[in-house]
């Protein structure tokens, strides 16, 4: 909660990065197909897609390591069209790190500064600024090679953020990392974007990371934008089956379309029967055949005799203990396919046995309805 | 051994009957260096040894003085022609080494930077030269120096000079030249191997952090190379202060090195005391010649940061 203040604090309308009809084609191939994006002033925005899906060629289309086939980029309003990578107003995280093994931490910080030829004392501060914002004061003396992982990829950080650029450009800086420490580094980037203000630029294939740092996503399949939207509004309102199924757990229903209207549609479907659900922002009608969804912990187990306005009722298949989560296969009859439930272990969820009966709550607010 | 015995865990020594002595690690690895240990030792410790022996004994007509004296060392390090020959000698060397480092860089830069997928063809052509003689390679030389040669004609032919060149043969120059292409595939080799090591995204971060081309190749590619080039002067440096083949044939009497004399005093003069003291003097100088080489690389890789 206190971080989405934040973050109004830090985003403007401006647009700092407009990437207009880029594409990028090698032979017949295209790892890059007809995008358009526009990156806010101020905004941490990720880039999420499995992996071929053309997020880090977009990537080094606006560092400059790469030119678009056809299209343009601008960043801050400037055209990036034979401006080489050495001149744009932003900088790098590699997904390797790239930290200069010649060199010590304070000079692989120092390394850009060098160019600006700022005398000694003004240099000097702007590196143990630097090297506080990502927490290695006092490591300036330490040889590239006698670092961990996470400080190399902190002295990358410091060693980018020095520059002052524009947009802050992130190549999957996290995947490297072992779990615990990359889950405590997403909390960081986020609380140092928050604090520099600059826009950041994150490429990852881990949809977790994306939904937990990020203002805005653009999910990308084949070369494709599918869709940009909120962390939140992505993963509760996914445009399409590849989103919906890209970001966590969903059921998925088929429907048949009774009536679309401005915001809703109302859908017949087979086990939750004749619903009314919210339509996607980007919903794009494919005949009269759409694919209803419920994420699995939407879906509630209704113990004894307590009931709900909307349920399904049906039989356990499988069930799978998680800790602090249990995980249940329940078939519910005229669906093809069984439900995945969801449910905390608080009421003892991990006690109910297979082939037990069982019915589920849902809130109708809950299904969403997707193209097919 | 006992104790070595009564170390290992039990269960070990019935699994295996061999004895533990030569499951260590070191002896085995001594047992896998000893043929080629062996080798080194009879064809080249004691053939050094015997080489320093006689610098410290004195030839006496048909038979070798076997009682200690430093008169070889005196003659050696004291006496004009051989003072001469051995400055000459390093002159070259060096001249060479950095010669063809300088020459042989670009061209394992190209191969491993711009070389692409004939990575491999490009490398293969550089080793064509080695088909053919050492002395074939050199003979060439001659021919395209010669009075009458390529270089000469050519130069006549397009009017630059009226009468032929005796500066290019027969001289140091001639032997710096020669060697130069002898030993540029040597050069190139290390060079190559250490351009390929260089991680690519380096370059690109440098660009990233404002380097154009050629300062992102000064502050990072140059200094990751650094050793392939120090270990390609050295490879080229060492070998040619004892050449003696290319200054006989192209170097004439401004062309001679130390190693024209020594040959000459094991050969026609038959003084092998005398020959043996201007072989350890030679070897001395080169090893501290090769380590101020690599210190001087070292002090400027650190002025370079």
Same mark, same amino acid.
């Given at each position: 909660?206190?971080? %989405? +203040?934040?973050?109004?604090?830090? #985003?403007?309308?401006? !647009?700092?990065?407009?990437? *207009?009809?880029? $594409?990028?084609?090698? &032979?017949?191939?295209?790892?890059?197909?007809?995008?358009?994006?526009?990156?806010?002033?101020?905004?941490?925005?990720?880039?999420?897609?499995?992996?071929?899906?053309?997020?880090?060629?977009?990537?080094?289309?606006?560092?400059?390591?790469?030119?678009?086939?056809?299209?343009?980029?601008?960043?801050?309003?400037?055209?990036?069209?034979?401006?080489?990578?050495?001149?744009?107003?932003?900088?790098?995280?590699?997904?390797?790190?790239?930290?200069?093994?010649?060199?010590?931490?304070?000079?692989?910080?120092?390394?850009?500064?060098?160019?600006?030829?700022?005398?000694?004392?003004?240099?000097?501060? %702007? +590196?143990?600024?630097?090297?506080? #914002?990502?927490?290695? !004061?006092?490591?300036?003396? *330490?040889?590239? $090679?006698?670092?961990? &992982?996470?400080?190399?990829?902190?002295?990358?950080?410091?060693?980018?953020?020095?520059?002052?650029?524009?947009?802050?450009?992130?190549?999957?800086?996290?995947?490297?990392?072992?779990?615990?420490?990359?889950?405590?580094?997403?909390?960081?980037?986020?609380?140092?974007?928050?604090?520099?203000?600059?826009?950041?630029?994150?490429?990852?294939?881990?949809?977790?990371?994306?939904?937990?740092?990020?203002?805005?996503?653009?999910?990308?399949?084949?070369?494709?934008?599918?869709?940009?939207?909120?962390?939140?509004?992505?993963?509760?309102?996914?445009?399409?089956?590849?989103?919906?199924?890209?970001?966590?757990?969903?059921?998925?229903?088929?429907?048949?379309?009774?009536?679309?209207?401005?915001?809703?549609?109302?859908?017949?479907?087979? &086990?939750?029967?004749?619903?009314?659900?919210?339509?996607?922002?980007?919903?794009?009608?494919?005949?009269?055949?759409?694919?209803?969804?419920?994420?699995?912990?939407?879906?509630?187990?209704?113990?004894?005799?307590?009931?709900?306005?909307?349920?399904?009722?049906?039989?356990?298949?499988?069930?799978?203990?998680?800790?602090?989560?249990?995980?249940?296969?329940?078939?519910?009859?005229?669906?093809?396919?069984?439900?995945?439930?969801?449910?905390?272990?608080?009421?003892?969820?991990?006690?109910?046995?297979?082939?037990?009966?069982?019915?589920?709550?849902?809130?109708?607010?809950?299904?969403?309805?997707?193209?097919? | 051994?006992?104790?070595?015995?009564?170390?290992?865990?039990?269960?070990?020594?019935?699994?295996?009957?061999?004895?533990?002595?030569?499951?260590?690690?070191?002896?085995?690895?001594?047992?896998?260096?000893?043929?080629?240990?062996?080798?080194?030792?009879?064809?080249?410790?004691?053939?050094?040894?015997?080489?320093?022996?006689?610098?410290?004994?004195?030839?006496?007509?048909?038979?070798?003085?076997?009682?200690?004296?430093?008169?070889?060392?005196?003659?050696?390090?004291?006496?004009?022609?051989?003072?001469?020959?051995?400055?000459?000698?390093?002159?070259?060397?060096?001249?060479?080494?950095?010669?063809?480092?300088?020459?042989?860089?670009?061209?394992?830069?190209?191969?491993?930077?711009?070389?692409?997928?004939?990575?491999?063809?490009?490398?293969?052509?550089?080793?064509?030269?080695?088909?053919?003689?050492?002395?074939?390679?050199?003979?060439?030389?001659?021919?395209?120096?010669?009075?009458?040669?390529?270089?000469?004609?050519?130069?006549?032919?397009?009017?630059?000079?009226?009468?032929?060149?005796?500066?290019?043969?027969?001289?140091?120059?001639?032997?710096?030249?020669?060697?130069?292409?002898?030993?540029?595939?040597?050069?190139?080799?290390?060079?190559?191997?250490?351009?390929?090591?260089?991680?690519?995204?380096?370059?690109?971060?440098?660009?990233?952090?404002?380097?154009?081309?050629?300062?992102?190749?000064?502050?990072?590619?140059?200094?990751?190379?650094?050793?392939?080039?120090?270990?390609?002067?050295?490879?080229?440096?060492?070998?040619?202060?004892?050449?003696?083949?290319?200054?006989?044939?192209?170097?004439?009497?401004?062309?001679?090195?130390?190693?024209?004399?020594?040959?000459?005093?094991?050969?026609?003069?038959?003084?092998?005391?005398?020959?043996?003291?201007?072989?350890?003097?030679?070897?001395?100088?080169?090893?501290?010649?090769?380590?101020?080489?690599?210190?001087?690389?070292?002090?400027?890789?650190?002025?370079?940061?």
């Amino acid at each position: 909660m206190l971080e %989405r +203040v934040q973050s109004e604090r830090t #985003q403007t309308d401006r !647009t700092m990065i407009e990437i *207009r009809d880029v $594409t990028r084609s090698y &032979g017949s191939f295209k790892a890059l197909d007809n995008a358009s994006l526009a990156i806010r002033e101020g905004e941490f925005f990720s880039l999420l897609g499995p992996s071929g899906c053309g997020k880090t060629t977009l990537l080094r289309m606006i560092a400059g390591f790469d030119k678009p086939t056809s299209g343009s980029i601008a960043v801050d309003g400037q055209p990036m069209d034979g401006i080489p990578a050495n001149r744009r107003p932003t900088n790098m995280v590699f997904q390797s790190y790239a930290i200069f093994p010649h060199l010590n931490v304070e000079q692989n910080v120092a390394y850009g500064l060098k160019r600006l030829k700022l005398d000694a004392g003004a240099e000097k501060h %702007r +590196v143990g600024e630097a090297l506080a #914002q990502v927490s290695l !004061t006092g490591l300036g003396k *330490r040889r590239a $090679t006698e670092l961990s &992982g996470g400080q190399r990829q902190r002295v990358a950080l410091a060693r980018a953020l020095v520059m002052r650029p524009k947009v802050l450009l992130l190549d999957e800086p996290l995947s490297a990392l072992d779990k615990k420490l990359r889950e405590q580094m997403q909390v960081e980037l986020r609380r140092l974007q928050q604090a520099v203000g600059i826009t950041f630029v994150l490429v990852t294939h881990d949809q977790y990371e994306a939904l937990a740092m990020s203002d805005r996503i653009a999910v990308m399949f084949g070369g494709k934008i599918a869709q940009v939207a909120s962390p939140k509004e992505i993963y509760q309102r996914p445009v399409n089956r590849q989103v919906a199924d890209f970001l966590g757990g969903m059921n998925f229903v088929k429907a048949e379309i009774v009536e679309e209207n401005g915001a809703s549609l109302v859908l017949d479907t087979l &086990g939750f029967g004749r619903v009314r659900a919210d339509k996607p922002r980007a919903f794009v009608r494919n005949g009269g055949a759409a694919t209803l969804g419920i994420r699995p912990e939407r879906l509630r187990v209704l113990w004894d005799n307590a009931t709900a306005k909307f349920e399904v009722s049906g039989k356990v298949v499988e069930r799978h203990y998680f800790g602090e989560i249990t995980h249940l296969i329940v078939e519910i009859p005229g669906l093809e396919k069984p439900l995945s439930v969801t449910e905390t272990n608080d009421f003892g969820a991990d006690d109910i046995p297979v082939g037990a009966p069982i019915r589920l709550a849902y809130d109708p607010e809950a299904l969403v309805a997707m193209a097919d | 051994m006992t104790v070595a015995a009564e170390g290992s865990p039990p269960l070990r020594m019935a699994g295996s009957r061999r004895s533990p002595l030569l499951q260590s690690e070191a002896v085995q690895g001594f047992a896998l260096i000893s043929p080629t240990f062996v080798y080194a030792l009879i064809l080249l410790v004691l053939p050094i040894l015997v080489v320093i022996a006689h610098s410290f004994w004195t030839q006496n007509y048909l038979t070798i003085d076997h009682t200690f004296t430093l008169e070889n060392y005196r003659i050696a390090l004291t006496e004009p022609i051989y003072r001469d020959l051995l400055w000459r000698s390093l002159y070259i060397s060096l001249t060479v080494s950095l010669l063809t480092v300088a020459l042989a860089y670009p061209v394992a830069y190209f191969i491993s930077f711009h070389g692409g997928r004939h990575k491999s063809l490009w490398l293969f052509l550089i080793t064509i030269p080695f088909w053919t003689s050492y002395l074939l390679r050199v003979m060439s030389w001659k021919v395209i120096l010669g009075y009458n040669g390529v270089l000469n004609s050519g130069l006549m032919g397009l009017g630059i000079i009226d009468e032929p060149s005796t500066a290019l043969l027969y001289n140091s120059t001639a032997v710096i030249i020669t060697l130069t292409h002898a030993w540029a595939t040597f050069a190139i080799l290390p060079i190559f191997v250490s351009l390929e090591k260089v991680d690519r995204t380096l370059v690109e971060a440098a660009t990233d952090l404002g380097d154009g081309p050629l300062r992102s190749f000064l502050r990072v590619t140059l200094p990751l190379s650094a050793p392939g080039a120090i270990s390609a002067a050295l490879i080229v440096m060492i070998p040619t202060v004892g050449d003696y083949v290319t200054p006989k044939l192209v170097g004439g009497k401004d062309g001679v090195m130390i190693a024209n004399a020594i040959q000459a005093q094991f050969g026609k003069a038959s003084n092998w005391p005398l020959g043996a003291a201007l072989s350890v003097t030679t070897m001395i100088i080169v090893s501290l010649m090769a380590g101020a080489t690599v210190l001087v690389f070292r002090g400027l890789q650190r002025l370079a940061r």
